[in-house]
């Protein structure tokens, strides 16, 4: 009786242990001490090698330190030992999402918004990898369903513009680059939406004023604006190109 008493201690103390480690890991990693979580969700790993949650609290540390090799391998761990696990699936997706592998990224963003519909990060991700792989009526579905939970979210609003500018629909995006602007007047987005609609409609003049109002408004890189598929019907206008520091 003694040996078994003992052994449950024994086991109770290790795995104590293990979850002050991780307890640690985290709080460090809130700090944004990476690398010294890495090492304390290690050493939790040391006695539970199969844990989803520290595996996943692992790869969240080493995408945040740019090992995104090793972040993928604990994510993929994580997941062959609990396939729900939501956390995992959207780190693995945010990861995916840096490598431009939008496809495999919206399948794991889908995972984790069938255990939580009404989550707004995963729906906005999802609605920006649908556009920019050009699946216009996902993009929009997953769009609009954020805009239900958030009327007001501008990341919504702006997405939502860029899907009517792809769909060729230009009085659907103006209305919501206007919309934008009512709700974020100071922030550029929605002059800038506005511009490219302007520049989709031949008024190239009117575009450009536009322009100029959203580098007023903090535009940080004009440059950027020259490679931006929104803003393609401009890109060889000399005027454009002066703007845009060419």
């Not at 609009?144 to 995006?173: P, S, T």
């Amino acid at each position: 009786m003694r040996a078994v008493v003992f052994v449950s201690i024994w086991l109770a103390a290790c795995t104590d242990e293990s979850t002050q480690h991780r307890q640690v890991g985290s709080a460090l990693a809130r700090a944004g001490k990476h690398r010294q979580a890495v090492r304390e969700y290690r050493r939790a790993l040391a006695d539970s090698r199969d844990d989803a949650a520290t595996l996943t609290l692992l790869a969240h540390s080493e995408f945040e330190l740019a090992r995104l090799q090793d972040a993928e391998r604990h994510y993929e761990e994580a997941l062959r030992g609990d396939p729900d696990y939501a956390d995992a699936h959207f780190g693995l997706g945010m990861l995916l999402s840096r490598r431009q592998k939008g496809a495999e990224a919206a399948v794991h963003f889908e995972q984790v918004l069938e255990q939580n519909p009404r989550d707004l990060t995963v729906l906005l991700n999802l609605g920006r990898l649908y556009l920019a792989e050009g699946d216009l009526a996902r993009a929009s579905e997953r769009l609009e369903a954020a805009r239900a939970l958030d009327d007001d979210n501008a990341d919504a609003l702006y997405l939502l513009g860029q899907v009517a500018i792809k769909a060729g629909n230009l009085d659907r995006a103006e209305e919501l680059f206007r919309a934008l602007e009512r709700l974020a007047p100071d922030r550029p987005y929605g002059a800038y939406g506005r511009a490219a609609v302007e520049a989709r409609r031949g008024r190239k003049e009117e575009a450009l004023r536009l322009l100029r109002e959203a580098m007023d408004k903090g535009i940080d890189d004009p440059g950027s604006m020259r490679e931006d598929w929104m803003l393609e019907p401009l890109r060889e206008d000399p005027a454009f190109r002066s703007l845009t520091g060419d």
